[in-house]
Each structure stands twice: as C-alpha cells, then as structure tokens.
C-alpha cells in the first residue's frame, strides 16, 4: 500500500439525510465490543446461508475477508502495460471495497471498486484528479490507461495524481452487472429489439415486442442479482466517489467528469457540498432532466440536427472535394446539394438493405439502422467526418464495405475470450477481468434515477418515440431506446437525490457546454449555471464540434489548467473557439488528423440562425 493511502477509521456517514455527512466508522463496524452467544451465532449463520440463496452467486462476495466494507484503498504497482513504458512505478492498480446499501447501517454486504492511478511521481501528490468518462457504464479505469499521464502532463505540469474507477457493477467493478453469460446471447436479439421506427411496418407492435423483451431481461437480471438493483443510481455512486476521496485522504474531491458524469458530479455537489473542491464538467446535462422518465432521452435530440447540417455537411461545402470526399469534384458544392444526396442514399437503404460480399465477414447487409448508427457516433467526433464522407460517396456508388466495416462488429464464436489480451486486460491481485458487457447497467441506473416518474401506457410510449424520430432522424431512435425500458422497471431504487442544486459549494464548478454537442447540448449548461448561481459556477462556452470539448481550444484547455493547477477560475462567463476545423486539406484520409482553418467565429456568428455558405 502506498504511503498516504490509510486513513484510519475515515469512511463517509450513511446519513439519513443527504445533506448531513460525516465522517464514521464504517456500516456495521462501530459496535465491535458485542459478545455474540453461540445461538446468536447459529442464527446469523441460518441469515447468511439465507441471504446467499437469495442473492445467488453472481451477486456478492466477500472476497476472503470477514470485516466488510473496508476503509483502505488497496494500490499496488501494476503489471507492465503494453502501451506503456514498462517501468511501472507511475502505474498503482487495486480496488477499494464501499458498502452495498449506505442508507442502511445494518446491511454489511459490500461492492467493490476496481482503481487504476496514475503516479505522477515518487510519492502521492497533494490532490487526486478522480475522472468519469461518462455513460452511465463508462469505464474509468479503461479512461485512466488511455489518457492518464497526458491530463496529468496537458493541465498540471505532471505534478498531480490522476485515479479511474469502474462505477459499481461497470467492467471490472464486482459484482459485474450482466444479465447475459456471453454476449452472443444479448448480440443475437439485437438485430431484432434494436430495428427502427422507420423500417418497422406497425411501430406499436414492434413496441409491444420490445417491451417483453425488456420483461425478459429486468427478470433474468433480478434472478441474477437479488435486490442489488436497487443500489445503482447515480446517488450512490456518488456516495462510492465520496468513498474514494475519504480513502484519499483528501479533505475536497477534485475531479474530471464528462457527459454523464456532469450529472454525477453535479449531484455530488449538491451531497456534499462542503467537500467541493476543483471540478471540472465538461458537457454538461441539466441532471434533474433524468428525473422524467423520458427525460435522458429526449433533451439529447437539441442539437443533432444542427451538428449534422452545419457541422458535417457544413464543413465538407467549405473544405472542397480534395478534403471531403462527398464534395462535388466540380463545381460548386452547397449544403442542400449534399443533403440531397444523403437523403437518397438513405431513402434506398429504408426500401431495402445492401448486400455486401465482404472479404473478411462473408456475407453480408449494410441496413439503415446502421447507417444511422455510424453518423450519429460520428457527430460524436468531428475526426471521424472524412471517413462518414466516404462512406457515403461509397454508398453512393453501391459499395457498402466501409459501411460495414464501421459498424465494428464482429464476433468468433471459436475463439477464446482470453485469447489475444494485453497486460491491461489481465485484471490484478483482488481484480477480475468480466466475460461480458455491461449494458444493462446503463439501462438501470437510467431507469433508477427516472424511476419515480409518472408511469404511462404503450399509446403515450409510441407518440414519445413518434415524436422523438421525427425530431431527429439520427439520433431520435437509439435515445428512445435508452429510455424504454423504464417502462416495466420495477426495482424501486433505495436513495435517488430529489434535491435543489442550488446548495453553497465550497468552491463553484465550471460547467463546459458546446455549441454543437450531439449528446448534451450547450442549453443544458446554461440551465446548471442558472440553477446554481454565480457564487456555485462558471460557465465555459466552447464553440467546437463533438461531443465534450473534444474539439481543442488552447483558450479552454488553458482554463482548465489554472482550475486543476492553482485553483484559479474564471471570473465570468467565457467563450472559447476551437483551434482547428474538420477535414483536414493536407491528408483527406488521415481522418484522426487536425489542422488550422478559418476562424471560429465566422462559423458560430449565425448559430442562432443557419449558417450562411
């Protein structure tokens, strides 16, 4: 165990209120002078036995120790990582074990954390960035590994500690939340469950299909995990951050947090407001939003138009054709002329899928779903446009092999599921690699946080998704399909934070919202900063493609560094331009690429209205 890392008796307080938290002796722990008799052993023996019938096997463990939950934060140097120098002294792995239930004392079942950090030097530094990818079900510790030592090195000199957790019951988390044994088994019903409103001949029939779908799937995984649905909203998992910070030993969290984690760490906030330290939102969502059962849904559709039209088909009119594969090679080229040709390619695909004789897959369909799929993914990231351009000038001219090939999927149903793993996939000491996805994680803290919603009938579910597509044709089917299988969630939650988010903070957040973002619009930020005040945040508008603030700006990245390093926030609201602009003219294939164009503001002047080309 690094040095720094034990703090006593130090865990958070399972308070009965949310605004009161303090300090304790961990659920189960305080009263450790009780004699027990041998009858009073005999019956905690026969509850035991009981509980583990109940919770079955997948669900918890106590992982060889007999004192659950833990107050120690378990790090080690890890494994030589592929990517990586081998020297491992900046890489700790562990786990750190927080209770099942913090509003119940008595329950001493616990989940544990999967923890990767990176060291930045020798000894632990003064504060820990805690990151979240987002979600929910994003992996952090899978987050850390990729981008780690470059946070620590872009916003603090390499002087402070960056640490990834897996949310409990995310990838490596235990116990890890699949309902599914292989994920064959959830792959083959996708095709089916997942079709979209616009090639389904009775649309409220395919819902009444899905919905005993989902039956299916809440059933197995309530078979599989007892009563531990009830302890995946978003509330606990910010308790579980809390958790991580106590075993720090850092008095306020500081923190990276993006998409969905803009919601969790904005609950967090509200939590534990005097333990706020320097947290960082980056594409913000207004959380209460999610208290509406369609609510996580239906807010994402805000901008998707507008990052397709004036950022993807935009952007390809004023790079050219050397640089965007779907520009005219002669003549002028016009947003409408590209959306025209879009549409036709897409209309062709709704009245039937392409075959594709792939040379790898064999066989194959290129159908709408998932052509849609690749655009929205790809607004996502505006590195991707040269690649979705040619994919379309492809589709154009009938060849869908790199449509499929984008839609990555592929499966050997032969091959090991170890086979071919890198250092990073091994798991460590009290770590376990899972065998499957976590998707239906996703769905119930999703489905925790909306739970007590007004519930509606199959008619209102099918004018919502009417709506939804209509609203938007790319992302409008994949966000419904987020949020209906709320409709027969049962498992009731045991805490959801039904609180104002205008608490006194410690220090304030800054909140980042895009202009342009896909999945969380710049409205959402604007809402969080009104909600919360002048003193509680600062507001960072990022004019910039994608989602996040993927889209480099020195002048954001320069905002963020003075929060993380000195502590230093902007005095008001601010507004930073991307650096570079999509489709790169040195390379039109180099679709990771970036490079310098046009100023910024000449493209978000007339983002109130329509871009002008």
């Known amino acids: 165990m690094l040095p720094g890392y034990s703090l006593g008796n130090s865990m958070p307080e399972c308070g009965e209120k949310i605004e009161r938290h303090q300090d304790v002796a961990p659920p189960g722990q305080a009263d450790t002078k009780a004699k027990q008799t041998s009858a009073g052993f005999v019956k905690w023996l026969l509850a035991a036995l009981l509980l583990y019938y109940i919770c079955t096997s997948h669900a918890f463990k106590d992982h060889g120790r007999s004192d659950l939950p833990t107050k120690n934060l378990h790090l080690k140097p890890c494994f030589p990582h592929a990517g990586h120098n081998k020297n491992t002294t900046h890489w700790k792995c562990g786990y750190l074990d927080v209770p099942l239930d913090y509003t119940n004392t008595s329950d001493r079942r616990s989940v544990r954390l999967a923890v990767v950090m990176y060291q930045a030097r020798k000894s632990k530094s003064e504060r820990t960035i805690i990151v979240n990818p987002g979600g929910p079900g994003g992996s952090g510790t899978s987050y850390v590994w990729r981008a780690g030592e470059t946070l620590s090195s872009r916003y603090t000199d390499g002087t402070l500690d960056v640490l990834g957790f897996d949310p409990r019951g995310v990838n490596m988390s235990a116990p890890h939340w699949s309902c599914y044994d292989h994920d064959a088994y959830r792959d083959r019903w996708a095709a089916i469950v997942g079709q979209f409103r616009e090639t389904t001949k009775d649309p409220e029939e395919h819902l009444r299909l899905q919905a005993s779908y989902y039956d299916a799937m809440w059933e197995s995984c309530q078979n599989r995990f007892g009563d531990h649905g009830r302890f995946l909203s978003t509330a606990f998992v910010a308790r579980d951050i809390d958790s991580l910070r106590a075993a720090l030993g850092e008095e306020e969290l500081t923190a990276y947090m993006v998409s969905y984690g803009t919601g969790l760490g904005s609950t967090y906030a509200q939590m534990f407001s005097e333990r706020v330290g320097r947290l960082l939102l980056d594409g913000c969502e207004f959380v209460m939003d999610h208290r509406r059962i369609e609510g996580f849904g239906t807010v994402a559709l805000d901008n998707i138009t507008d990052a397709f039209h004036d950022g993807f088909l935009g952007e390809c009119a004023r790079a050219g054709p050397k640089a965007c594969a779907l520009a005219e090679p002669s003549g002028p080229t016009t947003i409408d002329g590209l959306q025209h040709r879009v549409s036709k390619v897409l209309d062709k695909l709704l009245q039937a899928p392409m075959a594709v004789a792939h040379p790898k897959m064999g066989p194959s369909l290129v159908r709408y779903e998932g052509v849609i799929d690749n655009v929205y993914s790809a607004l996502y ?13 492809q589709l154009e001219e009938g060849n869908g092999t790199l449509a499929l090939e984008m839609v990555g999927w592929a499966y050997d149903p032969a091959s090991d599921h170890h086979e071919g793993e890198t250092d990073n996939t091994r798991g460590w000491k009290g770590v376990d690699v899972p065998k499957t996805a976590s998707e239906e994680l996703t769905l119930a803290v999703i ?7 007004e519930r509606h009938d199959l008619a209102w579910w099918n004018e919502l998704q009417a709506n939804m597509t209509s609203t938007s044709w790319i992302g409008g089917n994949s966000r419904f399909s987020d949020v209906f299988p709320c409709w027969h969630y049962a498992t009731k939650p045991a805490e959801v934070y039904r609180g104002g988010f205008d608490h006194e903070l410690r220090n304030p957040l800054l909140l980042i919202g895009e202009t342009y973002d896909p999945a969380t619009p710049l409205q959402s930020a604007k809402r969080l900063h009104a909600a919360m005040g002048y003193s509680n945040s600062r507001l960072l508008i990022h004019h910039g493609y994608g989602h996040s603030s993927r889209d480099r700006s020195e002048c954001t990245e320069t905002i963020k560094r003075n929060i993380l390093l000195h502590g230093k926030w902007p005095e008001d609201t ?16 180099a679709s990771e690429e970036r490079f310098g164009t046009a100023e910024w503001k000449e493209t978000v002047m007339m983002k109130n209205g329509r871009m002008i080309l």
């Open 381 to 393: 990231n505006s590195a991707s446009w040269p690649r979705l351009a040619r994919m379309f000038s």
């Open 574 to 589: 601010t507004e930073c331009f991307a650096d570079t602009k999509p489709y790169p003219l040195e390379d039109a294939h």
């Open 447 to 453: 489905c925790s946080d909306s739970y007590d919603d």
